[in-house]
Protein backbone atom coordinates (compact mmCIF):
# COMPACT_ATOMS: atom_id res chain seq x y z
CA UNK A 1 0.00 0.00 0.00
CA UNK A 2 3.20 2.28 0.06
CA UNK A 3 2.87 5.51 2.33
CA UNK A 4 2.69 9.45 1.94
CA UNK A 5 5.64 11.89 3.19
CA UNK A 6 4.19 15.16 4.25
CA UNK A 7 6.22 18.64 3.64
CA UNK A 8 3.79 20.69 6.51
CA UNK A 9 3.04 23.96 5.70
CA UNK A 10 0.59 26.65 7.22
CA UNK A 11 -0.84 27.95 4.07
CA UNK A 12 -0.19 24.43 2.04
CA UNK A 13 1.05 21.00 2.38
CA UNK A 14 3.51 19.02 0.08
CA UNK A 15 2.74 15.29 -0.32
CA UNK A 16 4.75 13.01 -2.48
CA UNK A 17 2.91 9.24 -2.73
CA UNK A 18 5.41 6.20 -2.62
CA UNK A 19 4.63 2.41 -3.70
CA UNK A 20 5.03 -0.73 -2.04
CA UNK A 21 8.69 -0.46 -3.90
CA UNK A 22 9.39 3.18 -2.24
CA UNK A 23 8.85 4.41 -5.72
CA UNK A 24 7.63 7.58 -5.96
CA UNK A 25 4.36 7.85 -7.93
CA UNK A 26 3.21 11.50 -7.30
CA UNK A 27 4.24 14.83 -5.37
CA UNK A 28 2.19 17.45 -5.33
CA UNK A 29 1.13 20.75 -3.40
CA UNK A 30 -2.29 20.35 -2.04
CA UNK A 31 -4.26 22.11 -2.12
CA UNK A 32 -3.81 24.31 -4.75
CA UNK A 33 -6.34 27.04 -3.54
CA UNK A 34 -4.55 27.73 -0.57
CA UNK A 35 -1.25 29.03 -2.47
CA UNK A 36 -3.13 32.24 -3.18
CA UNK A 37 -4.45 33.41 -0.43
CA UNK A 38 -2.47 35.80 1.86
CA UNK A 39 -2.26 35.88 5.70
CA UNK A 40 -5.38 37.98 5.86
CA UNK A 41 -7.21 35.80 4.05
CA UNK A 42 -7.82 33.56 7.13
CA UNK A 43 -6.92 33.63 10.44
CA UNK A 44 -5.20 31.05 12.30
CA UNK A 45 -7.98 29.12 14.02
CA UNK A 46 -9.93 28.75 10.47
CA UNK A 47 -6.24 27.69 8.99
CA UNK A 48 -5.71 24.98 11.94
CA UNK A 49 -9.86 24.00 11.26
CA UNK A 50 -8.99 23.39 7.84
CA UNK A 51 -6.26 21.14 8.41
CA UNK A 52 -7.79 18.97 10.96
CA UNK A 53 -10.91 19.10 8.01
CA UNK A 54 -8.97 17.99 4.94
CA UNK A 55 -8.52 14.32 4.59
CA UNK A 56 -6.36 12.20 1.83
CA UNK A 57 -8.24 8.72 2.39
CA UNK A 58 -7.86 6.90 -0.99
CA UNK A 59 -3.79 6.44 -0.63
CA UNK A 60 -2.73 4.64 2.76
CA UNK A 61 -2.86 4.43 6.64
CA UNK A 62 1.28 5.05 6.88
CA UNK A 63 2.52 8.60 6.53
CA UNK A 64 6.06 10.06 7.57
CA UNK A 65 5.98 13.88 8.40
CA UNK A 66 8.36 16.39 9.79
CA UNK A 67 8.07 17.99 12.89
CA UNK A 68 8.96 21.72 13.46
CA UNK A 69 12.15 22.13 15.12
CA UNK A 70 13.74 25.75 16.11
CA UNK A 71 17.23 25.90 14.92
CA UNK A 72 19.38 28.62 16.54
CA UNK A 73 19.23 31.27 13.62
CA UNK A 74 22.68 33.18 11.69
CA UNK A 75 23.95 35.90 13.27
CA UNK A 76 21.45 38.69 12.24
CA UNK A 77 19.11 36.92 11.09
CA UNK A 78 15.64 38.77 11.16
CA UNK A 79 13.09 35.63 11.35
CA UNK A 80 10.60 35.29 13.96
CA UNK A 81 10.92 31.69 15.68
CA UNK A 82 6.89 32.01 17.06
CA UNK A 83 5.81 31.91 13.11
CA UNK A 84 7.19 28.15 13.73
CA UNK A 85 4.46 28.29 16.08
CA UNK A 86 1.47 28.76 13.23
CA UNK A 87 2.97 26.09 11.61
CA UNK A 88 3.20 23.13 14.23
CA UNK A 89 -0.67 24.41 14.88
CA UNK A 90 -2.02 23.73 11.55
CA UNK A 91 0.57 20.52 11.01
CA UNK A 92 -0.71 19.05 14.29
CA UNK A 93 -4.18 19.74 13.03
CA UNK A 94 -3.08 17.54 9.18
CA UNK A 95 -1.58 14.69 11.29
CA UNK A 96 -4.43 14.16 14.13
CA UNK A 97 -6.91 13.96 11.79
CA UNK A 98 -4.93 11.35 9.54
CA UNK A 99 -4.21 9.45 12.48
CA UNK A 100 -7.55 9.48 14.43
CA UNK A 101 -9.93 9.39 11.13
CA UNK A 102 -7.96 7.05 8.88
CA UNK A 103 -6.19 5.07 12.11
CA UNK A 104 -3.34 5.85 10.41
CA UNK A 105 0.71 5.44 11.72
CA UNK A 106 2.63 8.28 11.86
CA UNK A 107 6.66 8.69 12.04
CA UNK A 108 7.67 11.98 12.71
CA UNK A 109 12.02 13.27 11.15
CA UNK A 110 13.26 16.34 11.99
CA UNK A 111 14.72 18.41 8.90
CA UNK A 112 18.70 17.61 10.77
CA UNK A 113 18.03 14.11 10.35
CA UNK A 114 17.39 13.84 6.90
CA UNK A 115 18.52 16.78 5.36
CA UNK A 116 21.49 17.59 8.02
CA UNK A 117 22.52 21.36 6.95
CA UNK A 118 22.44 21.22 3.31
CA UNK A 119 21.48 23.97 1.40
CA UNK A 120 17.80 23.88 -0.39
CA UNK A 121 19.56 23.96 -3.94
CA UNK A 122 22.03 21.27 -3.09
CA UNK A 123 19.23 19.19 -1.51
CA UNK A 124 17.39 19.69 -4.21
CA UNK A 125 19.91 18.46 -6.59
CA UNK A 126 20.73 15.16 -4.21
CA UNK A 127 17.38 14.29 -4.42
CA UNK A 128 16.84 14.67 -8.54
CA UNK A 129 20.16 12.48 -8.92
CA UNK A 130 18.64 9.69 -6.70
CA UNK A 131 15.14 9.60 -8.16
CA UNK A 132 14.79 7.91 -11.61
CA UNK A 133 13.59 9.43 -14.81
CA UNK A 134 10.03 8.34 -14.62
CA UNK A 135 9.66 9.39 -10.73
CA UNK A 136 11.01 12.70 -12.05
CA UNK A 137 7.87 12.98 -14.74
CA UNK A 138 5.45 12.33 -11.57
CA UNK A 139 6.24 15.26 -9.93
CA UNK A 140 3.13 17.98 -10.34
CA UNK A 141 4.95 21.49 -10.91
CA UNK A 142 2.88 24.79 -9.30
CA UNK A 143 3.22 26.36 -5.81
CA UNK A 144 6.07 26.80 -3.83
CA UNK A 145 8.12 23.91 -5.63
CA UNK A 146 10.79 23.35 -2.95
CA UNK A 147 8.04 22.45 -0.26
CA UNK A 148 7.39 19.36 -2.69
CA UNK A 149 11.04 18.41 -3.17
CA UNK A 150 11.02 18.52 0.83
CA UNK A 151 8.30 16.01 0.50
CA UNK A 152 10.05 13.69 -1.80
CA UNK A 153 13.23 13.95 0.69
CA UNK A 154 11.72 12.96 3.51
CA UNK A 155 10.13 10.02 1.57
CA UNK A 156 13.87 9.08 0.11
CA UNK A 157 15.05 9.35 3.67
CA UNK A 158 11.97 7.02 4.92
CA UNK A 159 12.43 4.37 2.46
CA UNK A 160 15.80 3.67 3.47
CA UNK A 161 16.89 5.01 -0.70
CA UNK A 162 18.91 8.54 0.96
CA UNK A 163 20.77 8.88 4.13
CA UNK A 164 21.36 12.13 6.37
CA UNK A 165 22.27 14.49 3.29
CA UNK A 166 20.54 13.59 0.96
CA UNK A 167 23.51 10.89 0.21
CA UNK A 168 22.77 7.28 -1.41
Keep these: MGFLSIDPGVRSMAVAEWN ?9 NS ?23 WRITRFTNSFVGERQVVYPGAKGLKTN ?7 AMCAGAFYGALCVDLRA ?11 AQVPKEITRERIKAILTPQEISRIRKGGEMHN ?13 RAKRGMVR
Excluded at 105 to 115: G, H, M, Q, T, Y
Design 20 to 28: DANELQAAW
Design 31 to 53: PAWMQHRTADDMTLSELVKFWGA
Design 81 to 87: PNDLLDL
Design 105 to 115: SLRLVEPAEWK
Design 148 to 160: VWDAIGIGLFASG
